[in-house]
């Protein structure tokens, strides 16, 4: 019953490559987000979308492509992918469209490493 | 967007109660304290959070200032499984302020036995 669900954990890739990330939630939330971590250990937003409606998207190179097929589902699909992109990245989930915002639930994380 | 400044790290006895602090000192009227965990390899937990009450649940305490500058994470009774990185962030209502919902390095807490 895993209420965000991330897939691959693990993601082993050569540079140049095209790789995409799948996340689901079964929590009925109406907004979606990826984030990245890096070695350093930051987590950074990188897009949040909401009802399937991109509203974030943060200084991400453009390689980088979201895409929100219904509210449940947020896939990232990474082209051209370079040794930098190497990180964990974790999607979330959570309602937004209340008086104050329902907390972020994570997922397990998608460790990608690029050789 | 508001910012946060946590201690890199804590060490607490197992059993005794941890005291996390955080300060927001450009914390805005309309935003939150959340408070979340990172266990090693796994995603972030959400532990708690508040406006300018005190609020308390099955895993934690937060004591928010008066003046809403501040704030301390209480875990009453620590265990080995508390041992994460603690995170304080601050937050708005409005759909545009999850940007603000970049965790900054946090605060190692170690749990010893």
């Known amino acids: 019953d895993t209420a965000v669900s991330q897939t691959p954990k693990y993601l082993v890739t050569q540079m140049g490559n095209d790789k995409s990330i799948k996340c689901e939630q079964n929590l009925g939330h109406d907004t979606m987000y990826w984030y990245k971590q890096d070695s350093k250990k930051f987590l950074k937003i990188m897009f949040s979308y909401n009802n399937k409606e991109l509203i974030i998207n943060e200084t991400v190179p453009n390689r980088f492509s979201p895409k929100s097929p219904d509210k449940a589902h947020l896939n990232l699909h990474i082209n051209s992918l370079e040794l930098g992109d190497s990180a964990v990245y974790f999607c979330?989930?959570?309602?937004?469209?209340?008086?104050?915002?329902?907390?972020?639930?994570f997922g397990n994380g998608t460790r990608l490493t690029v050789t | 967007d508001a910012k946060t400044t946590q201690p890199p790290s804590m060490d607490c006895a197992e059993g005794r109660a941890a005291n996390l602090p955080c300060n927001h000192s450009t914390i805005s009227g309309n935003e939150y304290v959340y408070w979340y965990r990172q266990i090693h390899s796994q995603g972030p937990q959400y532990i708690i959070h508040g406006l300018k009450n005190n609020e308390t649940n099955e895993m934690a305490s937060l004591i928010i200032t008066e003046d809403r500058k501040s704030s301390t994470l209480i875990l009453p009774h620590a265990t080995l499984r508390d041992t994460a990185v603690y995170y304080c962030?601050?937050?708005?209502?409005?759909?545009?302020?999850?940007?603000?919902?970049?965790f900054g390095s946090g605060t190692q807490l170690t749990v010893l036995p």
């Open positions: 962030i601050v937050r708005g209502a409005n759909p545009g302020s999850a940007r603000q919902l970049t």
């Open positions: 979330a989930s959570s309602h937004i469209h209340r008086r104050e915002n329902s907390p972020l639930h």
